[in-house]
């Protein structure tokens, strides 16, 4: 069974940069096909795709977001990361990592139970 | 940007049939991306529900059941229990500038 854990800092000032870790367990983050994402939720909000890092390494993110984002991957600690720059109160959110899965319309069959990260100062 | 849309609740009473409808465009749905769902417990992350649009995953009552037409899918619980009273997401592909997956505005399920 895939699981997936998040982990970082729940409190981050503004203008500073956010950076979330998420390990896996019971799977490779090298195993072909899968494409692991950063998803976010604001309080009482939809789900916001943030981006993704696949098992070759390849990255696509939210044009919305592109510029301030960053995933990055090792295969060493099996887990993939998420760096947000200059975040401001907009990005106070709870960040989930889960794992996309299929070729046509990738899906998110594991999530992590997610982590709440807080702009402020 | 709002790329799928979901009204924003839904409810019934139990044992009864509810629909959660999401439309797209024809730069999602409408292009042929196959539609997933997820239910969201409260205080919990989001569970793959449907994928596939019609597909159930292991494990996901048959009372939960997907469907797919033109620019829009829907979502129909059956047999409605107070176990169903969560949030819904669907969740697609779009090939516009909106990003690659997208996912609809949510639907709250209150069993009355």
Redesign the interface.
Known sequence: QVQLEESGPGLVKPSQTLSLTCTVSGGSISGSGYYW?WIRQHPG?????IG?ISYTGST?Y???LKSLVTISLDKSKNHFSLKLSSVTAADTAMY?CAR?F?V??????Y????TLVTVSS | ?TVLTQPPSVSGAPGQRVTISCTGSSSNIGAG????W?QQLPG?????LI??NNNR?SGVPDRFSGSKSGTSASLAITGLQAEDEADY?C???DSS??????????TKVTVL
């Open positions: 994402s909000k939809g789900l916001e795709w993704y696509y939210n044009p919305s989930y996309g299929g046509v319309t990738p899906l998110f069959d999530w992590g139970q997610g | 940007q991306y196959d539609v997933h997820y919990t992350a989001p569970k793959l994928y596939g995953p997401y969740q697609s592909y500038l909106s990003g690659l997956y997208v996912f609809g505005t949510g």
